[in-house]
C-alpha cells in the first residue's frame, strides 16, 4: 500500500477509492451547528470518491484538509474536509432518484438560479456517466 499524506491544496489529482476500503465505510457527512448555520454554511467531510472529486472541483467549496495516497509515486485523493455554503445542499422528501449527485446542486456553482432537477451529476472532467456513481441510499 501507499504512502498517506495530505495535500496543500488540489491542482487536478485522481480521486480514487481508498485501496481495501469497504463499500459500507466509503462515507460522507454533512454537519452544522447553530454557529455554522447562520454563518450560512455546513461542513462537509467524505472519502466517497464520486463526491469527493464533485466537492474539489465545485466552485464553493473550501477545502481545509485533502488526503491522498501516494501509489508509484503519485498522489491519489482519497478524502477530503472542508465547508460549503449552505444553498448548495438540497433534501428532499422524495426525488425519485437515488443519485449522490442529487445532494449537492449546480445553483451556487453556476450562479443561475436554482432548480430542484438540477445536480452536481457531472464534472468538467469526466464523462457524465463516471463523475458521480449512482449509489442506493
Known amino acids: 500500500m501507499g504512502k498517506f499524506i495530505t495535500l496543500e491544496s488540489y491542482n487536478g489529482e485522481p480521486v480514487i477509492t481508498e485501496p481495501g476500503l469497504e463499500d ?16 450560512g454554511c455546513i461542513q462537509v ?10 466537492l474539489l472541483v465545485h466552485r464553493d467549496y473550501v477545502p481545509e484538509e485533502i488526503r491522498a495516497i501516494r501509489i508509484d509515486s503519485a498522489p491519489k485523493v482519497i478524502y477530503t474536509a472542508g465547508r460549503l455554503p449552505m444553498n448548495c445542499l438540497r433534501i428532499t422528501a422524495s426525488s425519485g432518484s437515488k443519485s449522490i449527485g442529487k445532494i449537492i446542486t449546480k445553483s451556487a456553482r453556476s450562479g443561475k438560479a436554482e432548480d430542484p432537477t438540477e445536480s452536481l451529476d457531472e464534472t468538467p472532467s ?5 463523475a458521480l456513481q449512482e449509489v442506493g441510499v
Open 24 to 39: 459500507c465505510e466509503q462515507e460522507t457527512g454533512f454537519h452544522f451547528s447553530a454557529r455554522t448555520a447562520k454563518e
Open 45 to 54: 467531510t467524505s472519502n466517497n470518491a464520486p463526491i469527493v472529486r464533485g
Open 126 to 130: 469526466e464523462a457524465p456517466a463516471k
